[in-house]
């Protein structure tokens, strides 16, 4: 769990593009935000950003009151959930969900117990020696978020993570990830095109336009007051 603030974020690229125009939001702990808005608004900027993966032209991030800038890339604590899975085909299941702490020195027997217990919340137990290419696309989507809780962080990002999905299994992933989020307690940032989606998901909504943030309000709030 964390508290995140956003004070006049503020992007642009080195081809002096400005993707974001000082971006301001406060994100309470165990929420879960969703972002929506036209493409080329500047949605995967933001995630980017708070994922660390590009750098802060102007502006202030802070995680539980620190800025990012001042913690060490394992302080973030921050995990995010991609659309293609990248999960490492040569790995079994198991090997994928407990990468991130074999490098982090995490010793084989606490690895194995956390792993396990992932893998009983989330429904893998029986896949566990499997590898990607032996899964269906929600399997692999299930991995791909199993490797990302194992890791506990106080932060899930989502880019898109349904979107390769067929419609039905969007839905039954889009509930299972709104319980596993309120379960954990952990706070959530979820980008995605889908209006249903962002209707059901979010505690709020953030909706963007041209680098800026056009409204901010609960899917009620929003949606009767258009
Ligand atoms: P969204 O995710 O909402 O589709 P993006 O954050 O990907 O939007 O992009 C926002 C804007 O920034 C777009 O106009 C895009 O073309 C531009 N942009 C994205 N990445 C770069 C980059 N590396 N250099 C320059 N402009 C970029
Ligand atoms: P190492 O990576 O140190 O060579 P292993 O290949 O035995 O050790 O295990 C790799 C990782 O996958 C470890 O994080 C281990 O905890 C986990 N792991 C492997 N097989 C299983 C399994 N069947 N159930 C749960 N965790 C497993």
């Known amino acids: 769990m964390a508290t995140l603030s956003l004070n006049a974020l503020r992007k642009t690229y080195p081809n002096g593009f400005t993707a974001l125009h000082g971006i301001d939001l406060s ?5 879960l935000i969703v972002v929506v808005g036209p493409s080329g608004c500047g949605k995967s900027t933001l995630l980017r950003m708070l994922a660390g993966l590009e750098s802060i032209s102007d502006g202030e991030l802070a995680i539980d009151g620190r800025r990012v800038n001042d913690l060490e890339p394992a302080e973030r604590d921050i995990a995010m959930v991609f659309q293609n899975y990248a999960l490492y085909p040569h790995m079994s299941v198991a090997d994928n969900m407990g990468y991130a702490l ?9 690895r194995r ?3 396990e217990e992932t893998a009983r919340l989330i429904g893998l ?3 566990l020696e499997r590898r990607p290419r032996q899964l269906s696309g929600g399997q692999r989507q299930r991995v791909a978020m199993g490797r990302a809780i194992v890791r506990e962080p106080k932060v899930f990002l989502f880019d898109e993570p ?10 039954q992933m889009r509930i299972e990830i709104r319980r596993l989020q309120k379960r954990l307690g952990v706070t959530a940032v979820y980008v995605t095109h889908d209006q249903v989606e962002a209707m059901t998901l979010a505690d709020r909504l953030v ?3 041209g680098g800026h943030i056009e409204q901010v309000g609960t899917p009620m709030h929003l ?3 258009p």
Request: some cysteine.
């Open 162 to 171: 349904l979107s390769n999905l067929d419609a039905k299994l969007r839905v």
């Open 27 to 31: 994100i309470d702990d165990g929420e």
């Open 207 to 209: 909706v963007m336009n």
């Open 102 to 110: 074999k490098n982090r020195g995490v010793p084989k027997a606490e």
């Open 223 to 225: 949606y009767e007051c």
């Open 125 to 127: 137990e029986d896949l």
């Open 113 to 115: 117990r956390k792993v």
